[in-house]
């Protein structure tokens, strides 16, 4: 890119978090303003329009139809589109929605949930954007050109993704799972019990051993290593928030695969009770979005 390049920023269905995670770059941000300008962010600035820019930033999936009206002006007006974030990537925590329709997720949170104070059973119905069918990856309504992943991502990958961007390089990422920057000892062992985290709590765990080797619960084998394993190397089993390893292949299938081959042995209702008898949850807990996405590939047009 020559001269100083404009960089425009949105969020759509998402928490924040991963708008939040641009400042965890602290000092890099100074060599980002250097060779770049921010022209849009609504989290700095209230911008209703929308404005050429060379790179554009959106974080957060497709939920409802603004989201997507949102997600076609950036395609419009930006030269490369770079989802940030598992929502954007991959529809996130929130696209385990998709185990419910519109009409249950309304009546739970309107209507059912023990303090809510509805006798008339309303439903929010001004400025509601409607919702869509599902939730769904930001691929699924527009073309993506770069994909930074993470709940949130790590500010190093953003930091090096967006410096590549602005000098015109390719952006080159591991192709590695959690589990090989992952210090922990591997003994090759097989297991006898399959449990959940929280159910570690007062247990002696040996802080050197794998997770998987000592019973727990962990998608390190299927999941994309950007991470560095930070979560492991601080005493948590990987959830899966950088996404699938190989982006052609269920990654919930792929973790059921290896964990029943660790398991098999283990009675299946032990192997049920270790996934609160429910492994949605538990297999797809960042990217359920990512492989249910296909009916909004009409969106697109």
Not at 162 to 190: A, F, I, Y
Request: proline share 9%; with cysteine; glycine share 8%.
């Amino acid at each position: 890119m020559s001269g100083k390049a404009r960089i425009a920023t949105e969020w759509l269905m998402v928490c924040s978090g991963c708008h939040i995670s641009l400042l965890d770059i602290h000092e890099a941000i100074i060599d980002v303003l250097a060779k770049a300008e921010i022209v849009r962010s609504p989290v700095l600035a209230d911008v209703k329009e929308f404005v050429p820019a060379d790179v554009g930033i959106i974080t957060g999936g497709i939920r409802n139809e603004h989201n997507i009206h949102v997600a076609k002006e950036m395609r419009k007006n930006c030269k490369i589109i770079v989802s940030l974030g598992s929502c954007a990537c991959f529809g996130g925590t929130p696209s385990l929605a998709n185990m419910y329709t519109n009409e249950e997720l309304f009546d739970k949170v309107y209507k059912n949930t023990m303090g809510v104070d509805n006798p008339l059973g309303r439903e929010p119905q001004d400025d509601v954007p409607p919702l869509t069918e599902k939730v769904a990856p930001l691929s699924s309504v527009i073309d993506v050109d770069v994909m930074i992943p993470g709940c949130p991502p790590v500010p190093e990958l953003i930091a090096q993704a967006v410096m590549s961007l602005l000098d015109g390089k390719p952006l080159e990422l591991p192709n590695q799972s959690v589990c090989e920057p992952c210090p922990r000892v591997k003994k090759h062992t097989k297991i006898t019990e399959l449990k959940r985290w929280y159910k570690s709590a007062g247990e002696e765990l040996d802080p050197d051993r794998c997770f998987l080797e000592q019973g727990y619960i962990c998608l390190g084998p299927v999941t994309w290593g950007l991470c560095d394993a930070r979560c492991p190397k601080v005493g948590v089993p990987c959830r899966g928030c950088h996404g699938p390893l190989n982006p052609d292949r269920d990654p919930g299938v792929d973790a059921a695969s290896f964990l029943g081959t660790l398991s098999s042995d283990i009675p299946m209702e032990q192997v049920m009770e270790a996934m609160g008898n429910d492994p949605i949850p538990i297999l797809y807990q960042h990217q359920f979005g990512f492989t249910k996405f296909n009916n909004f590939k009409d969106a697109k047009k």
